[in-house]
T-cell receptor, first 111, second 114 residues
Framework: AQTVTQSQPEMSVQEAETVTLSCTYD???????LFWYKQPPSRQMILVIR??????QNATENRFSVNFQKAAKSFSLKISDSQLGDAAMYFC????????FGAGTRLTVKP | KAGVTQTPRYLIKTRGQQVTLSCSPI?????VSWYQQTPGQGLQFLFE???????NKGNFPGRFSGRQFSNSRSEMNVSTLELGDSALYLC?????????????FGPGTRLTVL
């Protein structure tokens, strides 16, 4: 069974600064995918970034990047140059036959 | 391209009743997954349908069921509602399935059980 743990219920960052959200996971599968989703107050979940477990290179999407440590089963999300629109709940998820989500981290961006 | 739509957006029911929620995926998407989101349990996977067949199922009682039609639209049904079923129910569609493809989420149906 897959489990996903996000140990930071809340995080805060100053606008234009960098913040890192933590995620660890546990899976017995060798082939899986990892995701970060964003859920703004409007509630529509949006994919932020995706990482294939078999790829060693860390995924990046503009200001968003991950630090994927497969041996440690760690998958953190770094947001650079934080913007007010980044304020949201962020969910880490792993997927193989189904998708498991972490409890989420609420990110606040201070102007 | 229209996004994932869910109807109704809000629903109020009483204990013991049953409810049916609907999800229309993005055109061309064949996989629909359902999730329950509550403050206490977070986001939990309910089931996934692909080409009218249930492909995966989460750890929920048999009161939760679903189906998918030939046009990929999906419905989920909850019978004998309990107070604990109050939640935001999200559906997500993807071309192939949950594992390798980006899922697009709908806005959700907020179910309140009184």
């Amino acid at each position: 069974a897959q489990t996903v743990t996000q140990s930071q219920p809340e995080m805060s960052v100053q606008e234009a600064e960098t913040v890192t959200l933590s995620c660890t996971y546990d899976t017995s599968e060798s082939d899986y995918y990892l995701f970060w989703y964003k859920q703004p107050p409007s509630r529509q979940m949006i994919l932020v970034i995706r990482q294939e477990a078999y790829k060693q290179q860390n995924a990046t999407e503009n200001r968003f990047s991950v630090n994927f440590q497969k041996a440690a089963k760690s998958f953190s999300l770094k947001i650079s140059d934080s913007q007010l629109g980044d304020a949201a709940m962020y969910f880490c998820a792993s997927a193989n036959n189904d998708m498991r989500f972490g409890a989420g981290t609420r990110l606040t961006v201070k102007p | 391209k229209a996004g994932v739509t869910q109807t109704p957006r809000y629903l109020i029911k009483t204990r013991g009743q049953q409810v049916t929620l609907s999800c229309s995926p993005i055109s061309g998407h064949r996989s629909v997954s359902w999730y329950q989101q509550t403050p206490g349990q977070g986001l939990q996977f309910l089931f996934e349908y692909f080409s009218e067949t249930q492909r995966n199922k989460g750890n929920f009682p048999g009161r939760f069921s679903g189906r998918q039609f030939s046009n990929s639209r999906s419905e989920m049904n909850v019978s004998t509602l309990e107070l604990g079923d109050s939640a935001l129910y999200l559906c997500a569609s993807s071309r192939q399935g949950t594992t390798y493809n980006e899922q697009f989420f709908g806005p959700g149906t907020r179910l309140t059980v009184l």
